[in-house]
């Protein structure tokens, strides 16, 4: 729906509130502050990724910054990024090459007192490796000085992460964290008019009288990402104006992803959360796998999921410590929903949509292996099972 000609979709002012103020001003502290590292963090629809826009563009021209999300980033892609939003254009052979000439520019840099800035989001699904080349970001020094700004943004807390050991080149450097909170009411009356005076709306609250804003704010509890898709909606199936409380609903039932899940924790803290759209995802410690598991325990290579149709199949690729379901070894064998694949000090849960069960197999390899499955099911009915105990071997 035209609101006067004007769509809500067309509006790109960026309309602040408190909490991004302050948010606002806490990103800027690392430009001042010696150590130069803080945390952004807030969950889906906090507006955390226009803050982090916000900034670069209020941030004084002549510094360098490069904004880049970490989640699944193999080392060679993030310091590719980097190097190409700090304006290299340029196809280097290695990791070393890539972290040297990086080394070299933010030296200079610094010693020109302009030190670059890194804006990365997602750290909390971040492979080890790429990880390990942020701590030697962050330990670059020009004399006394550290030569790198840096600004984690997180959908969660990453404090466990940042804090682990191998990260100590990170921590030390840490500002503080600071979380985003919601709009209050008022807050979102003022939002959503600011929006509309920007699309040409003279009088906004006849469009969205205030009683209607204070029910898109509960609905939406004070996040400006959904308050703007509920204000769309609200707009999108309005017959009238002004809008009526009555006309203000919860959206249409968005469309379940009935795509399978595979949840990587270490010691109780979730790593990632990994959608198998794919046919086939390699499981290994190399960096060249779909999900890398960084495990002393992990072979190379060390399994393979199979995905055919609703069903997930595991195969162990002849891994030195071998892989586990449910704490039995296995060769191969039909996932269900909340199985637990154990490899070294990780864990692995399959996860199908709405605890989804049934298998549907149309590969013959497949379907044999869920025969045998189901064979050895019907066996173990028949007897108290023997645990087969996870035995840590060194490679």
């Known amino acids: 729906m035209q609101v006067d000609g004007v769509g809500l979709r067309e509006f790109r002012t960026f309309v602040r509130y408190q909490s991004q103020q302050e948010a606002l001003k806490y990103l800027r502290s690392m430009l001042t502050d010696e ?3 803080v945390m952004l963090q807030g969950p889906e629809s906090s507006g955390k990724s226009v803050v982090a826009r916000q900034f670069v563009q209020e941030v004084q021209s002549g510094i360098a910054i490069a ?9 060679s892609d993030l310091l590719s990024r980097i190097l190409e939003q700090f304006g290299y254009d340029v196809v280097l052979d290695s ?9 070299v520019f933010v030296v200079q840099q610094t010693r020109t007192h302009q030190p670059p800035v890194l804006i990365l989001s997602n750290i909390n699904e971040m492979f080890p490796s790429t990880l390990g080349a942020l701590c030697k970001l962050a330990s670059l020094q020009v004399g006394p000085r550290y030569a790198l700004r840096i600004a984690l943004v997180c959908n969660r807390d990453v404090t466990r992460i940042v804090e682990s050991p191998s990260m100590r080149s990170l921590a030390k450097r840490v500002i503080g964290s600071f979380e985003l909170g919601p709009m209050t009411p008022a807050e979102a009356s003022r939002y959503l008019y600011t929006k509309l005076r920007s699309g040409g709306v003279d009088r906004p609250d006849d469009i969205f009288p205030v009683d209607v804003c204070e029910k898109l704010h509960a609905m939406a509890g004070g996040w400006p990402g959904r308050l703007d898709a509920m204000a769309l909606s609200v707009l999108d199936r309005a017959g009238r104006l002004p809008l009526c409380v009555e006309d203000v609903s919860d959206p249409d039932t968005p469309v379940v992803d009935d795509t399978p899940r595979m949840i990587v924790t270490r010691e109780r803290e979730t790593l990632q959360e990994i959608r198998l759209t794919e046919k086939r995802a390699l499981i290994g410690r190399s960096d060249l796998s779909d999900i890398v598991i960084d495990d002393q325990f992990v072979s190379n290579q060390h399994a393979l999921l199979i995905r055919d149709r609703s069903a997930v199949v595991i195969v162990d690729l002849k891994s030195r410590n071998g892989t586990f379901v449910n704490s039995r070894r296995v060769q191969s064998k039909v996932l269900l929903h909340n199985d637990i694949i154990s490899l070294g000090d990780h864990r692995m849960k399959m996860a199908y949509a709405a605890g989804h069960t049934s298998i549907v197999i149309d590969d013959p390899e497949l379907a044999d292996t869920a025969k045998m499955k189901n064979i050895a099911d019907a066996r173990r009915a028949r007897r108290v099972p023997t645990l087969v105990p996870f035995v840590n071997k060194k490679k």
Request: net charge neutral; aromatic share 0%; hydrophobic share 50%.
């Open 95 to 103: 990791i070393d090459e890539m972290l040297s000439l990086l080394n």
């Open 67 to 75: 904004l880049v999300d970490g989640a699944r980033l193999k080392t």
């Open 35 to 37: 150590r130069g590292v």
